[in-house]
Nanobody, 124 residues
Framework: QVQLVESGGGLVQAGGSLRLSCAAS????????MAWFRQTPGKEREFVAA????????YYADSVKGRFTISRDNPKNTVYVQMNSLKPEDTAVYYC?????????????????WGQGTQVTVSS
């Protein structure tokens, strides 16, 4: 099992920045990919960004490319997403996720482990 705990959400004005953190514990040696998803009421969970636990490959949704940066600190078992130039449409609950196998990365059903979520609200 892998446990994930997110932190860093909050309220920010449009154009501002936030950094979310996701601390992983448990069988982190099994993790192959970690990702961030987001969800608003009545909508499906949406892919935001992903990173391979080993190596440097990253992936982004078109809606956040150039504004968000995903990174990892393996000794700390932590993944981050730096969110810049935030827009009101970025408002959502952000979830950290981890998967242990397979190269695909952008659908929520592919992930085995989830954090509890952290709210990000961007005011206009």
């Amino acid at each position: 099992q892998v446990q994930l705990v997110e932190s860093g959400g909050g309220l920010v004005q449009a154009g501002g920045s936030l950094r979310l953190s996701c601390a992983a514990s448990g069988r982190t040696g099994d993790v192959y990919t970690m990702a961030w998803f987001r969800q608003t009421p009545g909508k499906e969970r949406e892919f935001v960004a992903a990173i391979r636990w080993a190596g440097i490959t990253t992936y982004y949704a078109d809606s956040v490319k150039g504004r968000f940066t995903i990174s990892r600190d393996n000794p700390k078992n932590t993944v981050y997403v730096q969110m810049n130039s935030l827009k009101p449409e970025d408002t959502a609950v952000y979830y950290c996720a981890a998967k242990s196998r397979g190269s695909a990365y952008d659908a929520s059903w592919m992930y085995d482990y989830w954090g509890q979520g952290t709210q990000v609200t961007v005011s206009s």
